[in-house]
């Protein structure tokens, strides 16, 4: 089955720490994203790439890096310089830049305690 | 950014009923108006789009209609079932070098058996 994939569904740890979560898409899809999600609120673009070896900040990158090493992966480290770290974290990819069609993972809820 | 609260703005209605989510999007010059429908601690999943030239657009159960003079989006479900209970966001894109979705705050849809 073609996907998305994120891991882990739920992670914890303490403040201070940095935390990667993990992004596999075998969609063959050129374009990545990340997005922010607080209680009742939309999405907020942390950063997103367009393709292998290239990425961009989103609106709220500040606390956050990436890296886009391999087409398939695409992993966001949480540093601990992210004030208000504690969120749900989805992770999207799409055909390429400019598809308003994006497919999405299940999702990261951080915990940082 | 956004300003929301924690409290999502709610649409009862009742099964086979239809129901309309609206949207009021603030950049004129977006290219492309797209529905994602949330379920509870999943990501989200694209329902349709509209490019900004157009005023209707019909899916399987779903029309989305445009109105470029008051900047108003509005989602139409046909016979909502139960399966049609979640969050939905409206987005705007704009395909300039940036390929970012603006996300809306989100409506939730409860459907009464």
């Known amino acids: 089955d073609g996907g998305i994939t994120q891991s882990p569904k739920y992670l914890f740890r303490k403040e201070g720490q940095n935390v990667t979560l993990s992004c596999e898409q075998n969609?063959?899809?050129?374009?990545m994203y990340w997005y922010r999600q607080d209680p009742g609120q939309g999405l907020r673009l942390i950063y997103y790439?367009?393709?292998?070896?290239?990425?961009q900040k989103g609106d709220i990158a500040e606390g956050y890096s990436v890296s886009r090493e391999k087409k398939e992966s695409f992993p966001l480290t949480v540093t601990s310089a992210q004030k208000n770290p504690t969120a749900f974290y989805l992770c999207?990819?799409?055909?390429?830049?400019?598809?308003?069609?994006?497919?999405f993972g299940p999702g990261t809820r951080l915990t940082v305690l | 950014g956004e300003s929301v609260g924690l409290h999502l703005p709610t649409l009862s209605v009742q099964e086979g009923d239809n129901s309309i989510i609206n949207c009021a999007y603030s950049?004129?010059?977006?290219?492309?108006f797209i529905w994602y429908k949330q379920e509870s601690g999943k990501g989200p999943q694209f329902i349709i789009d509209i490019r900004s030239n157009m005023d209707k657009r019909q899916g399987q159960r779903v029309t989305v209609l445009l109105n470029k003079t008051v900047k108003h989006l509005s989602l139409q479900i046909a016979a909502t079932q139960p399966g049609d209970s979640a969050v939905y966001f409206c987005?705007?894109?704009?395909?300039?070098?940036?390929?970012?979705?603006?996300f809306g705050s989100g409506t939730r849809l409860l459907v009464r058996p």
């Open positions: 790439s367009q393709i292998v070896n290239d990425f």
């Open positions: 969609l063959n899809h050129d374009a």
């Open positions: 999207a990819s799409s055909i390429a830049g400019g598809y308003v069609e994006q497919f």
């Open positions: 987005a705007e894109n704009k395909v300039d070098s940036s390929y970012k979705l603006i």
């Open positions: 950049n004129s010059a977006s290219d492309y």
